[in-house]
């Protein structure tokens, strides 16, 4: 086995179930056993966001461009900027999107979980209410 240069996979729109607003998903990496790992680079339009969701494995993102916000559930709100790195444990309900004047991308580190777990990778919750979004 040697180095190999992955194909680049078509853009996709953020579904409208998941994201409120313009979102761009590049799928850079998914793994293939043993590895699990998932990377993809996220590009969300001023205002754009996502819903709540969890991740069975946890989630790392990594803030390439621009100014968004994370938050998890009953958590404060993180203002992230351009080299901000920030970490959502297993299982722990979370949003992140870019500000509501300012676009952001950040790369997505997820990691599927053991195939004998069955559960799902991502759980997908509610948009935001009113008023959770400072915007």
Known sequence: MSTERLPQRPTATGAAEMFV???QVDMLYSGE???RARL????????????????????????????GYVQSRGGELIEL????????????????????????THLTLTEAPDPAADEPEATWGAHLADGEYPG
């Open 21 to 23: 607003g313009h979102v």
């Open 33 to 35: 056993e043993p590895s």
């Open 40 to 67: 993809a680079s996220v590009r969300f339009a001023p205002g754009a966001h996502t819903a709540w969701h969890c991740h069975a494995v946890g989630q790392t993102l990594h803030v390439t461009a621009g100014v």
């Open 81 to 104: 900027r351009a080299g901000d790195t920030v970490r959502t444990p297993p299982g722990e309900w979370h949003w992140h999107g870019a500000s509501a004047d300012h676009a952001m």
